[in-house]
């Protein structure tokens, strides 16, 4: 079974800071990666997903950019963070399929990101 | 656009007794899937159930079962025997060439 990281777990930068959150995935090979955020209280809203390295598409414009430089490794960054951008961060992983939403998502531990 | 309606933000039930969620969505498509996350203080998004829509057959796992009413669009998540551990947040989701997550159900299970 799959095993999803991310890093860091808490992270407190501010206003117009660089951002860079990772995602790494152990246990399968080329899965469909996602990046969700969510705000307090509420939902999950997609940002990007991939089905394959190099392969990025983004759900919503925004602040934010992914990349994803290895098979089973997923960044989420920014140049310059609002305060907008606060809220807990969640990768998420599923089997590879080729096509995005196919498959079971799982989830990793998520990143609380706070923007002052 | 699909979207996914869970009408009760909280609810709480006592400890071994049993509680239903509700779950509603909007879709033209007849293949999609869906699903029951949870969510404990922690915050780590847990799967609990999956449903293929193509499937009559509820799904259960454990003390956790669905009533999936595919005419009506309705996924609700029946917990027996609830325990305290199952105090958590929880999201119905809808997948088929985008997922879709409802606002939550904020579960308290009493002791």
């Known amino acids: 079974s799959q095993t999803i990281h991310q890093w860091p777990a808490t992270l407190v930068q501010p206003v117009g800071s660089p951002l860079s959150l990772e995602c790494t995935v152990e246990?399968?090979?080329?899965?469909?990666l996602y990046w969700y955020r969510q705000a307090a209280g509420r939902g999950l809203q997609l940002l990007f997903y991939?089905?394959?390295?190099?392969?990025i598409s983004s759900e919503v414009p925004q602040n934010l950019s992914a990349s994803r430089p290895q098979d089973r490794q997923f960044i989420l960054s920014s140049k310059k963070l609002l305060l907008s951008d606060s809220g807990f961060y969640l990768c998420a992983s599923s089997p590879a399929s080729g096509r995005a939403y196919q498959e079971t998502q799982y989830f990793g531990p998520g990143t609380r990101l706070l923007v002052l | 656009a699909q979207t996914v309606t869970q009408s009760q933000p909280e609810m709480s039930v006592q400890e071994a007794e049993t509680v239903t969620l509700s779950c509603t969505y909007d879709t033209s498509e007849n293949n999609y899937y869906l699903f029951w996350y949870k969510q404990p203080p922690s915050r780590q998004m847990i799967l609990v159930i999956r449903q293929e829509a193509y499937k009559q057959q509820n799904a259960t796992e454990n003390r956790f079962s669905v009533n999936f009413q595919k005419a009506a669009k309705s996924f609700s998540l029946k917990i027996s025997d609830s325990q305290l551990g199952d105090t958590a947040m929880y999201f119905c989701?809808?997948?088929?060439?985008?997922?879709?997550f409802g606002a939550g159900t904020r579960l308290t299970v009493k002791p």
């Open positions: 246990g399968t090979s080329n899965p469909n």
């Open positions: 989701a809808f997948m088929n060439n985008d997922m879709r």
């Open positions: 991939s089905v394959g390295i190099g392969q």
